[in-house]
């Protein structure tokens, strides 16, 4: 089975502050894709970031990084000095090997960013 | 300029109506999705295609419909048999490998009354 799980349903945080969104997924693929989109309120899902299973590095994209864990199964997301452009829901998803081309998405998270 | 088109962006119907969304893309892509987003919830599967002329029920497929006769177009009808039809529906594309992301068009918001 293939689950992603983003227990977090809504986060605030004043601008200028740092915030981890969860993402913890299932999945007995040994290959598989993980993905992180955004959501701003215009409601197009714009991608962020694509992490094979394979590929454990942490990765750092200006005021964002990502943390996979395969341990864990945890594939999280961090924005450092948060600002209110950032405001939007997050949504983490999941491409096994073997499910084709089906994707899972957790049921995301919404980021409220204080001025 | 690639992407996803969606049209229109809002569109309102009568109950008992049948009513085609229509999602075209222009970036050479073999797998084309749909997605219901109901208020506060995440992205629930309609229906994917893979190739032309083939295409796989989702998690929630009751009461839509679909075609691809043309790897550029994925058409959605939500029939009357739909019960809730209500909501936001987003049209996506990709590459057919797995390590590919989806692309997603900006979404039409349905209203049945």
């Known amino acids: 089975a293939q689950k992603v799980t983003q227990a977090q349903t809504e986060i605030s945080v004043v601008e200028k502050e740092d915030v981890t969104l969860d993402c913890v997924y299932e999945t007995r693929d040994t290959t598989y894709y993980l993905f992180w989109y955004k959501q701003p309120p215009s409601g197009e899902l714009v991608f962020l970031i694509r992490r094979n299973s394979f590929d454990e590095q942490n990765e750092i994209s200006g005021r964002y990084s990502w943390n996979f864990q395969k341990s864990t199964s945890s594939f999280n997301f961090t924005i450092t000095a948060s600002q209110v452009v950032d405001s939007a829901v997050y949504f983490c998803a999941l491409r096994g090997r073997r499910t084709g081309n089906q994707f899972y998405f957790g049921t995301g998270t919404s980021l409220t960013v204080i001025p | 300029d690639g992407g996803i088109t969606q049209s229109p962006k809002y569109l309102f119907r009568k109950e008992g109506q049948n009513v085609t969304l229509s999602c075209e893309q222009n970036l050479n892509h073999d797998a084309m999705y749909w997605y219901r987003q109901d208020p506060g919830q995440g992205l629930r599967l309609i229906y994917y295609s893979q190739i032309v002329n083939d295409f796989q029920k989702g998690d929630i497929a009751e009461g839509y419909s679909v075609s691809r006769e043309k790897k550029e177009s994925f058409p959605l009808t939500v029939t009357s048999a739909q019960k809730n039809p209500t909501a936001f529906y987003l049209c996506?594309?990709?590459?057919?490998?797995?390590?590919?992301?989806?692309?997603f068009g900006p979404g039409t918001r349905l209203t049945v009354t």
């Open positions: 996506a594309s990709s590459v057919g490998q797995p390590d590919n992301e989806q692309y």
